[in-house]
Nanobody, 123 residues
Framework: EVHLVESGGGLVQAGGSLRLSCVGS????????IGWFRQAPGKEREAVSC????????YDADSMKGRFSISRDNAKNTVYLQMNSLKPEDTAVYYC????????????????WGQGTQVTVSS
């Protein structure tokens, strides 16, 4: 059974940093692109980033480039999301998903999500 477990969220002041982790199990982790999206109350789901499987090429959303970066360690079945210079508008529940695809400027996420981790940025 596929499991994705996110962690690392919390409360941080604006300008601060957090690193989220997503640990996968129940599938061959290194064979899949993994991504992050976020959901804020009353807002549509927003893609954050996607990283390819074996070569680890990141595709960060334009609005977050320079602040957020995705990486992965296939030996640990883990994908990370480093978030710097956080803003109050980054407040959301962050989910990792498998698989993901970035194609023609759009993100596509598969059916496997974790439970999410709450990120709250205070002003």
């Amino acid at each position: 059974e596929v499991h994705l477990v996110e962690s690392g969220g919390g409360l941080v002041q604006a300008g601060g940093s957090l690193r989220l982790s997503c640990v996968g199990s129940g599938f061959t982790f290194g064979d899949y692109a993994i991504g992050w999206f976020r959901q804020a109350p009353g807002k549509e789901r927003e893609a954050v980033s996607c990283i390819t499987s074996t070569d680890g090429i990141p595709y960060d959303a334009d609005s977050m480039k320079g602040r957020f970066s995705i990486s992965r360690d296939n030996a640990k079945n883990t994908v990370y999301l480093q978030m710097n210079s956080l803003k109050p508008e980054d407040t959301a529940v962050y989910y990792c998903a498998a698989p993901c695809l970035f194609y023609s400027g759009n993100y596509y996420f598969g059916d496997y999500w974790g439970q999410g981790t709450q990120v709250t940025v205070s002003s």
